[in-house]
């Protein structure tokens, strides 16, 4: 996905209310790739990692607006372990789903899935998915 970086396209207040909310700084990310490479809902997700903070810190909103990622993270702490920088990725993927919720949005309706399609969900994904319905 080629990023369309200008004046128009920057949203920073999405980047600040994201530190706001995380409490991190994620203009300290460069870029390694560590945390996309630890990440075991890759094949789930439409952007890895790595692709959310670069968009985060060029303030591309409306990109991050469709990607699942947020939604899909485990929360398994995978790439927070393995960053370089000490990023809690994680905190920053709660974040932005907060950010959506507070919009009434929701990606993931585990009531609304099929019970076959419920079998097949790793576990830490349902585990994952009932934790930002309670939080």
């Known amino acids: 996905m080629a990023l369309k970086i200008s004046r128009r396209t920057i949203n920073d207040r999405l980047r600040r209310k994201v530190?706001?909310?995380s409490g991190e700084n994620v203009q300290q990310c460069f870029q390694c790739g560590t945390c996309s490479g630890s990440c075991p809902m890759n094949e789930q997700t439409s952007l890895l990692p790595r692709q959310v903070m670069i968009m985060l810190q060029y303030?591309?909103?409306e990109a991050l607006d469709h990607a699942n990622t947020p939604w899909i993270?485990?929360?398994c702490h995978s790439c927070m372990v393995r960053c370089p920088r000490?990023?809690?990725i994680?905190?920053?993927m709660e974040a932005l789903r907060?950010?959506?919720l507070r919009q009434n949005v929701n990606h993931v309706e585990l009531s609304s899935l099929e019970p076959e399609k419920i079998d097949d969900l790793p576990q830490i994904a349902m585990v994952s998915g009932f934790r930002k319905m309670t939080s």
């Open 19 to 21: 530190m706001e909310i």
């Open 59 to 61: 303030g591309q909103a």
């Open 73 to 75: 993270c485990a929360s």
């Open 86 to 88: 000490g990023l809690d």
């Open 90 to 92: 994680p905190k920053v």
């Open 98 to 100: 907060l950010i959506k």
